[in-house]
């Protein structure tokens, strides 16, 4: 079956499907039995007790995290969006993803005269995508600056809809052709595994503590069921959790859209339900004391608060990049280890820096769903260039158990789970693609 112009419709989904047997294949292929005596393997999987205390269990923890609206996740939003569209586009021409990535967009942030029941935009927000795409293949020419525009546009429609495309926000594509000698990198008619782009690590953990738990709960419900409900409150929303021995401090900033609100005295009203609402959510989540502030910057005698005309401090001098804000799992963990690596944007076939930061995510949630005694999980996951990306340089489990838990008597369940996640990676490659995973 073809379309008029000759292309099969159901090409995607063979890919797809392609990928999934592909990597059956591979898992037959490298996969050895459970050695109780060993913690090597052939894809190098090391499990060992975790020489720390478990993150829950520690004096103090910091727990961030950047709301859809921030300009940093602009940048990250938007340079997954073009990711995936870019994706599909090479996916319904050739059948294969060729050679791109899209993970160094900017935004130069506007500026703005916000006011109550309304302000305007006196400069506009400029956002620049910026990578490298293959824009030709065997002959024929490809769309590609047309597409990452496209998605870019339809991102911001949906996530910031105070934003007037063309006149509050200015987007730009230069994306330099890819390298010819990487377009191949992920055949249709082969069973062989990508080989690792560059030596680098991703890094996953679980379960999550209460004040991550929290944390990202405040920004999802503000931004979402809340946000609904009231229309002040614009995307820009970060919430910055300090728990401290056994009280957990949120603190909040959030952009007010000044259309919605007609004085001084409804924007008081408005943080002041934001903080109300913010802490019945937390105190849903734990028995320790919670306190909550909401956009302590405000000087009400000088008029100097959070009013914005879009709902977004990309509006009046905040500038984003893909990769200053929240990990694979959507937080800023200082407590635990990170990888400095952009997941946003980066080709999902064989760029370690987004692979293996959303598998060992998965992984450590995986583990922590299906074996019991574990406090605390930390996977990391380590390339080398060259190497089959379901081959790392090593996999490494550092693990907390519960009281009254061996680590030796749920290790072989540790280690199949990681064994598994590893000959199943093409599946992150078709969930990245199709916007399965979240990547900040």
Do not use: W
Not at 144 to 171: C, F, H, M, Q, W
Not at 299 to 319: K, R
Not at 369 to 374: K, S, Y
Request: aromatic share 4%.
């Amino acid at each position: 079956m073809t379309t008029e112009n000759g292309l099969n419709p159901l090409k995607p989904l063979i890919l797809l499907l392609k990928v999934i047997i592909r990597s059956e294949i591979l898992s037959a292929s490298y996969s050895t039995p459970y050695a109780k005596n060993s913690i090597m393997t052939s894809r190098n999987i090391s499990i060992e007790a975790a020489e720390r205390r478990a993150v829950e269990d520690q004096a103090v923890e910091i727990v961030e995290r950047k709301g859809i609206g921030h300009p940093d996740s602009i940048c990250d939003g938007i340079a997954e969006a073009v990711s995936r569209a870019l994706s599909n586009l090479y996916l319904e021409r050739v059948g294969r993803v060729l050679h791109y990535n899209t993970d160094e967009t900017q935004l130069v942030a506007g500026k703005s005269a916000p006011d109550y029941n309304g302000g305007e935009m006196l400069e506009p927000i400029y956002i620049l995508i910026v990578g490298r795409a293959t824009k030709e293949y065997q002959g024929e020419r490809l769309p590609v600056n047309s597409t990452a525009l496209t998605a870019a546009r339809e991102y911001l429609e949906k996530n910031i809809p105070e934003l007037s495309i063309g006149t509050d926000v200015v987007v730009n594509v230069r994306l330099g052709q890819g390298s010819g000698d990487l377009q191949d990198v992920f055949g249709e008619d082969t069973v062989e595994i990508p080989m690792a782009n560059d030596t680098s690590f991703g890094v996953g953990h679980a379960p999550l503590t209460e004040t991550e738990q929290i944390v990202r709960a405040i920004e999802t419900y503000l931004h979402g069921e809340y946000a609904d409900a009231h229309p002040e409150v614009g995307p820009d929303i970060k919430v910055m959790g300090k728990r401290q021995h056994e009280t957990i401090d949120i603190t909040v900033a959030v952009a007010m859209v000044g259309k919605y609100l007609s004085s001084l005295d409804a924007y008081d009203d408005a943080v002041n339900a934001v903080s109300d609402s913010v802490k019945s959510l937390a105190e849903s989540y734990t028995d320790r004391e919670v306190t909550v502030a909401v956009n302590t910057a405000d000087e009400y005698e000088t008029g100097s608060i959070y009013l914005t005309v879009t709902g977004t401090s990309a509006e009046m001098g905040d500038d984003g990049s893909v990769g200053r804000g929240n990990r694979a799992n959507g937080l800023i963990t200082p407590n635990r280890p990170m990888s400095m690596e952009a997941t946003s944007g980066k080709n999902p076939v064989n760029h370690i820096g987004k692979i293996y930061n959303l598998l060992s995510t998965e992984i450590a949630r995986t583990v922590v769903q299906e074996v019991d005694g574990i406090r605390d999980l930390q996977i990391r996951l380590l390339s080398q260039i060259g190497r089959p990306i379901d081959e790392p340089h090593v996999a490494d489990a550092k693990v907390v158990t519960d009281a009254g838990h061996d680590l030796h008597a749920i290790e072989p369940e540790i280690h199949e789970i990681i064994e598994q996640g590893l000959s199943d990676v093409s599946e992150v490659t078709a969930r990245a693609i199709q916007g399965e995973l979240d990547t900040f």
